[in-house]
């Protein structure tokens, strides 16, 4: 048999060995593909995962911008301490005092005279903190940022977290995530020392009222009343616009702006 004759076989073979070789390689492609897709999805599944990924995240991030404190606090044991406060439990019967460990585990002090205390004014509260650091929010503490604005729970004698189907801040008094900003803002409170500031919402008589309010209105008096008498008290008007200045502009004082 001539060279010529068999090459048509040949070439038939080598055609065929490439094909194999093509579809096992797209087999163990796809193979890998779905092991990987697998792989992230159980994670994505994994609410206690992303959760713990989001607070130790924000722990790092947080003591990376505040290294004064970065030596004393340690993240993964703020996260342990934190998720024995209320994994196994019923997500309607965890009480304030249940995330005092958690609070003991945080190490940071917060300087006399620029604590900032809010009601029903978040947003603005937090778009002046972002610009200036002559004040302090709960949400500006290390505690206060890890959770600011997520949610969590568990269910009786289970090893599982969720975030998702937890009950809501009025749902019931003792909710996983209610006591635990009720039990943070009273630290935040008994710790606060020298002039302390708060940014209420001067269209609301009070925070259960749709009446404009002013220094003089009823709330404010009650509020002063109700106040030891050796702690001075001072209600100040602030225009909206003045505080939009100061946001925008940081060379305004700040002294000048509440």
């Not at 998720?83 to 003991?104: F, M, N, R, S, T």
């Not at 900032?116 to 004014?121: A, K």
């Not at 009222?209 to 109700?226: A, G, I, N, V, Y």
Request: aromatic share 8%; with cysteine.
């Amino acid at each position: 048999m001539s060279y010529e004759d068999a090459s048509p076989g040949i070439e038939r073979r080598r055609r065929k060995r490439c094909l194999l070789l093509g579809v096992a390689v797209v087999l163990l492609t796809v193979t890998l593909l779905a092991v990987v897709l697998g792989l992230t999805l159980e994670a994505a599944k994994n609410p206690e995962e992303e959760l713990k990924s989001t607070v130790v995240g924000r722990c790092e991030t947080y003591l990376k911008e505040h290294s004064d404190i970065s030596s004393v606090n340690n993240c993964e044991r703020i996260w342990d301490t934190f998720h024995q406060a209320y994994v196994g439990k019923d997500p309607c019967d965890v009480p304030p005092e249940a995330y005092d460990p958690l609070i003991k585990s945080i190490t940071q002090h917060v300087a006399c005279s620029r604590m900032l205390f809010w009601s029903r004014t978040k947003d603005m509260v937090h778009a002046f903190t972002d610009k200036r650091e002559c004040l302090f929010t709960v949400e500006d503490t290390l505690l206060g940022f890890l959770f600011d604005e997520l949610t969590w729970c568990s269910k009786i004698d289970s090893k599982e977290t969720f975030t998702t189907d937890c009950p809501g801040w009025g749902d019931c008094e003792n909710n996983t995530v209610r006591s635990f900003w009720i039990r943070a803002s009273l630290n935040f409170a008994v710790t606060a020392c020298g002039n302390v500031s708060a940014m209420l919402n001067g269209s609301l008589e009070s925070p259960f009222s749709t009446t404009r309010s002013t220094c003089e209105s009823p709330s404010f008096q009650d509020l002063k009343s109700t106040l030891n008498p050796n702690i001075a008290y001072n209600c100040r008007q602030v225009p909206y616009n003045r505080v939009e200045g100061c946001i925008s502009d940081p060379e305004i004082p700040c002294v000048d702006c509440l």
